[in-house]
């Protein structure tokens, strides 16, 4: 313990021998003052070793004496692992002063933290000598962490960080404040390809180019939506028009603000360049022991995270806080992240700045989809209004109404005849939704869905281009985990490098496929099952006395609906983790590879869980049942039928519980859930981290405060949007309100992400992208596949068919229709409980097939052709017209790529004319050696 009042100079010690099993370089540290920084009741000075491999400190030593009238908190760190080089620096201390948020103790910008616990308090001596040895078989994780941590620093150092280490107050956690040296930092853009902007007078020839646009993007952009909505902006500043280049640091000099370390950079790009190095840091001998990832999976660290810019409320603004001017995070909670701004814009550009590429490309997406959402949503409410106004006067619906036909029973034994105007008002709601108007928005939409997505693509292609991420796939680096087996030379570069083979991949692709192929099957026993007991309960219900048929069938479809709703979230749940481990072992080589082989693998299984009951309603329900006298069975139970108003009512029924069902829950959960676990988090944590009296920094609150983000949690987000595009798109003809529904949830669930990413989640580094991935192709593959759905439910699973036949036969009327729909049964068996009664089906009075059964399949199949090749052309037309990519953004790329060619002949002309000077100047050094020489010789 040191007097307050004394200061020291810098001691160096010299360091001794190293202990086996630690790397015997040492790496000496820039004196680094740091103040202690505390607030608490007492005061003392502080005596801060800084130790020059980041080795484990087990305590920390403190002294609190009455200094002064603002307290501070002491800490002296101690080495107990080894006592190498180390800086000691001692500073009084300064009252009211506490180090900034964003800044190390030594005025550095903190670009990531990592947290890590400490033994238990009975073993840590223990665990910190064994620490000390050599590694031996039968060490504890504890000890073994300890190590990858100090070989971990140590190779941080190397690569051109400083490290600071915090201790909480707990005694437990400790925190590594981690910064990144500029030059460092530079060296990374340009291994990344990063593209930053040029000063202005190396860009003002881009930015003619950029407005010249074509006769047809002019039509284009003039039908845009987005042209009318300019008064929904959100204020915030915009980026000016700039050309921007791969950041070269030998054309440094030509590159905007290259001075000003915090101004070139913004904080997403840091934190993305810092997580591409962090994932690539050995910290073992083994291939395997590289990055990260791996120290969080096994537990050496339990976080790492940048900091968010700061509060995002300004009540939360500390008075001691010395951070960044700019905070985003404020910026973007109040214009971007509450529901009461669920009506205006986006800020795409001050998102994509803040949490980068990927997550600016999600909201960007998520908000075109949303607005192309306005115009279906409209048509099809007042598709629904028509139905609704239009039911109760229909001709075939007053014959049921008031119909006295007493309907065959729903089961072999045990059930009873009833009556056919029972049905009335569900017969009635089916033609809500089975209507003649729903032909029409079924047209619509088809098209809706390959006008949304070609337009898609040219925003894109836009915002691609503004954001410098047009040719980033081609860029992309090997993914940290990749690991090669063998080395070829690359065709293009020539260069060797590691590969995996295919043959090997290959084999794994086919042993994922099986499984993915086991899975479903499961999934499909799963709705068997749902099958048969929906036959059970339906025969249950309706032997009890007081059940009507109407009310049996709506019973057991709305419980078989619950039921399919439980079963697909558990399976999704299920198969999402084996998904990740199939994908993992297939080692690709590149992350969007890695992305595009697991959304594959888990939006298929998706598809087949969360449709697989639907199709059946759709397609098979009641279409192999048999007639009275000649019923098919399966297990000894009659097949499943369709009620007497039919199957699309209850499609219907079907798809509003699983869709609506699926929004409202994940947006509880999405809530709900994140809040639970910081609730939890902070109510277990330590008393010393829960005492409102202690000034916590603010790597501590976010680490106490906030969540880490779910692993995949931005493909769960454009998951759960894909598979209500298929809801919306594929059985649309059911459930007209399908794209209402659609639009009024992701109105909330815009801005649910948003409060989310800005308040409850940790922030994750900004990472790129140059697309939405294959979540393009997912929306092609259903906007086509749509298509043969809606034909198909509109040809065989409505009536509207079998009803326009009808009228042509009978001079435009349906007096007679529900007689035909509904015949008398064949049984002549008067003993039977099917004598004498009505069922669904289209048979003649000897339960035959007659000339309307025919009638009726040949006009089905005939509009079936029709509708899907008239949308198929309509699609193939649109994409013909439509380009992908605007012919501004074509023509700025190829001046780009010129320009680019430009800086490197001038850069190669620099060079050229340096060499020259330099032979030259040696030339004449010779010459005048020589005369020397000669002189002397003289």
């Known amino acids: 313990e040191m007097n307050a009042d004394t200061e020291f100079d810098d001691i160096q010690e010299q360091p001794p021998a190293l202990k086996e099993g630690f790397s015997s370089e040492s790496i000496p540290l820039r004196p680094i003052e740091r103040v202690a920084s505390r607030t608490d009741s007492s005061s003392s000075q502080a005596i801060l070793i800084e130790e020059s491999q980041s080795d484990e400190l087990d305590d920390a030593s403190s002294d609190e004496e009455a200094h002064d009238d603002v307290g501070v908190r002491k800490r002296l760190y101690t080495n107990n692992i080894d006592s190498r080089h180390a800086t000691i620096s001692m500073a009084k201390p300064r009252p009211h002063e506490k180090p900034s948020k964003h800044l190390t103790n030594a005025g550095q910008f903190i670009d990531f933290i990592f947290v890590a616990k400490l033994p238990e308090e009975e073993e840590r001596a223990s665990i910190m000598e064994k620490a000390k040895l050599p590694p031996a078989e039968g060490d504890e994780g504890e000890v073994k962490n300890i190590r990858k941590r100090h070989r971990f620093m140590k190779m941080l150092e190397k690569e051109g960080f400083d490290v600071e280490r915090e201790d909480a107050p707990d005694n437990e956690t400790i925190f590594f404040k981690v910064h990144c040296h500029f030059d460092r930092l530079m060296k990374q853009a340009e291994s990344m390809k990063l593209k930053k902007t040029l000063k202005p007078t190396s860009s003002s020839q881009l930015l003619d180019t950029l407005s010249e646009t074509s006769v047809a993007d002019k039509v284009i952009s003039a039908f845009s939506i987005w042209n009318y909505f300019s008064m929904l902006e959100p204020d915030v500043e915009e980026e000016p028009d700039s050309y921007s280049a791969d950041f070269r640091v030998d054309l440094r000099d030509d590159f905007a603000n290259n001075e000003d370390e915090m101004a070139f950079f913004t904080t997403s790009e840091r934190s993305a360049m810092v997580w591409d190095i962090l994932q690539r840091i050995s910290y073992g001998k083994k291939v395997t022991q590289t990055g990260i990832k791996k120290l969080l999976a096994n537990g050496t660290f339990v976080a790492a995270f940048p900091l968010h810019d700061g509060p995002y409320k300004e009540a939360d603004r500390d008075a001691y806080d010395q951070g960044l001017d700019r905070n985003d995070r404020k910026t973007l909670f109040d214009v971007w992240g509450q529901l009461k701004k669920s009506f205006t814009f986006q800020p795409y550009d001050l998102i994509r700045r803040y949490f980068g590429v990927k997550i600016g490309l999600y909201f960007a997406w998520l908000g075109y989809y949303t607005t192309s959402l306005i115009i279906p949503g409209i048509i099809g409410f007042i598709v629904f209004i028509n139905g609704l106004s239009r039911y109760r006067n229909r001709p075939d619906t007053i014959d049921v109404c008031n119909s006295n036909k007493t309907m065959c029973p729903l089961c072999d034994s045990g059930c009873d005849p009833w009556l056919l105007n029972s049905t009335c008002s569900a017969y009635g709601a089916s033609y809500w939704f089975d209507n003649e108007a729903t032909i029409f928005f079924a047209i619509f939409m088809s098209l809706w869905g390959s006008i949304f997505i070609d337009f898609w693509k040219r925003r894109n292609a836009e915002l691609a281009y503004e954001w410098d991420v047009m040719d980033f796939e081609d860029e992309e680096p090997n993914r940290p985990q990749f690991r090669g087996t063998e080395v070829r030379k690359n065709p293009i570069t020539g260069k060797e490098e590691k590969i995996y083979p295919s043959k090997k991949r290959h084999a794994k692709q086919f042993g994922g496929l099986a499984t993915m192929v086991l899975m479903c099957g499961i999934v499909i026993v799963i709705v068997f099952s749902i099958i048969i007991y929906r036959i059970a309960v339906r025969a249950a219900i309706f032997a009890h006395n007081g059940i009507t048929a109407q009310q049996a069938s709506t019973y057991t479809s709305i419980s078989a609906a619950v039921l399919n709703l439980v079963g697909i979230i558990l399976m ?44 059946y309603i759709a397609f098979f329900k009641g279409k192999f049942a048999g007639r009275p006298g000649a019923f098919n069975t399966i297990f000894g139970f009659r097949q499943d039928e369709c009620p007497p108003y039919g199957c699309m009512l209850e499609l219907t029924i079907q798809l509003v519980i699983i869709m609506v069902g699926r929004q409202v829950i994940n ?176 048979y003649e009075v000897d339960g035959t097939r007659g000339q309307f059964y025919y009638e009726v399949i040949a006009a089905r199949l005939g509009f079936l052709i029709i509708f899907e090749h008239f949308i198929f052309l309509c699609k193939f037309i649109i994409q013909t017209v439509i380009p992908d990519i605007p012919q501004s953004i074509t023509l700025a790329i190829k001046r780009e790529k010129y320009l680019g060619e430009l800086a490197v002949e001038k850069l190669m002309e620099v060079e050229a004319d340096k060499q020259e000077e330099e032979e030259e100047e040696e030339a004449d050094g010779k010459q005048g050696r020589e005369a020397i020489d000669g002189f002397i010789y003289f």
């Open 572 to 615: 999704n749940q299920l198969y999402q983790r084996i998904a990740v481990k199939l994908t993992d072992w297939e080692n690709y080589q590149k992350e969007s590879q890695y992305e595009s082989a697991l959304t594959f693998k888990i939006f298929l299984f998706s598809f087949v869980n969360s449709f697989a009951s639907i199709f």
């Open 667 to 842: 947006n509880i959960v999405e809530m709900l859930l994140p809040a639970v676990k910081r609730k939890i988090k902070q109510y277990f944590a330590p008393k010393e981290l829960k005492d409102k009296k202690k000034q916590l920094f603010v790597w501590e609150q976010e680490y106490l405060d906030l969540v880490p983000l779910p692993q995949f949690g931005l493909f769960h987000e454009y998951m759960e949007m894909i598979i209500q595009f298929g809801f919306l798109t594929l059985f649309v003809s059911a459930f007209s309100l399908a794209p209402f529904f659609a639009l009024l949830n992701n109105i909330l669930e815009i801005r649910i992400d948003a409060h989310k990413f800005l308040t409850v989640y940790r922030r994750i580094p900004g990472l790129r992208a140059s697309d939405i991935g294959i979540w393009d192709e997912v929306l092609e593959f259903l906007s086509y596949f749509s298509v043969l759905t809606n034909g198909l439910v509109i040809s065989f699973s409505s009536n509207f068919i079998a009803r326009e036949v009808w009228k042509v036969a009978h001079n435009n009327q349906l007096a007679g229709f529900v007689d035909a729909i509904y015949p008398l049964s064949p049984v002549t068996d008067m003993n039977s409980p099917f004598y004498n009664c009505h069922y669904v089906g289209l």
